[in-house]
């Protein structure tokens, strides 16, 4: 069984489009995390959920849009995509928001803007 | 100054030697950190945290941590061909009012030679 997934692996979208990305964890845990980790291969992060609550906020495009409907999922909404927003993004998950907890991450969503 | 520095390589070693990677960082109040394995096209695989001053081994891998400096290492003994990969390193520190984020450095690329 996969621990964190993501769906989909691929996205290929034109500019201008509006895209979602979907996150799933089985691990049990509170905290999830998305990261987004460009053509040089930087992960930074972009958002934190702990139990459904929005904890960490980085400075992002409000074109960006997380949700969490429960604590095993979190979904990444990207409205009039741009070029830029190309890149590979990656859900994480972690027991706790805690310094000392481990995160996991999922196996990642290329998305391509063309 | 960047948060988490390390050296993007490529450090090449051959196969049965020790690889040693390394990683400064410059938040002094940071209390844990972490290295991650990306091979080529995955997701990071967390393969050592480390909390406390010292050294700490786990197969074939030992993390080293020293505060006082900011530096962090990973050590690899009998280094294999499957060992080539990019290994990140992460340092843990409170973002927002409540919540962790992992910093991540660039990474180093490592190369192991049969």
């Known amino acids: 069984d996969t621990a964190v997934s993501q769906t989909p692996k691929y996205l290929v979208t034109q500019m201008g489009n509006d895209k979602s990305i979907k996150c799933e964890q089985n691990l049990g845990h509170d905290t999830m995390y998305w990261y987004k980790q460009d053509s040089k291969k930087f992960l930074k992060i972009m958002f934190s959920?702990?139990?459904?609550?929005?904890?960490i906020n980085e400075t992002v495009p409000n074109r960006f849009s997380p949700k969490s409907p429960d604590k095993a999922h979190l979904n990444l909404h990207i409205n009039s995509l741009e070029l830029g927003d190309s890149a590979v993004y990656f859900c994480a998950s972690s027991q706790d928001p805690g310094t000392e907890y481990e995160q996991y991450f999922g196996p990642g969503t290329r998305l391509t803007v063309t | 100054q960047k948060e988490v520095e390390q050296n993007s390589g490529p450090l090449s070693v051959p196969e049965g030697a020790i690889a040693s990677l390394n990683c400064t960082y410059s938040d002094r109040v940071s209390q844990s950190f972490f290295w991650y394995r990306q091979y080529s096209g995955k997701s990071p695989e967390l393969i050592m945290s480390?909390?406390?001053?010292g050294d700490k081994e786990d197969g074939r891998f030992t993390a080293q941590l020293n505060k006082a400096s900011q530096y962090v290492s990973l050590l690899i003994r009998d280094s294999q061909p499957s060992d080539s990969a990019t290994y990140l390193c992460a340092v843990n520190k409170m973002g927002g009012e409540y919540g962790n984020k992992l910093v991540f450095g660039a990474g180093t690329i490592l190369r192991v030679k049969s």
């Open positions: 480390i909390y406390s001053n």
């Open positions: 959920y702990n139990n459904k609550e929005l904890i």
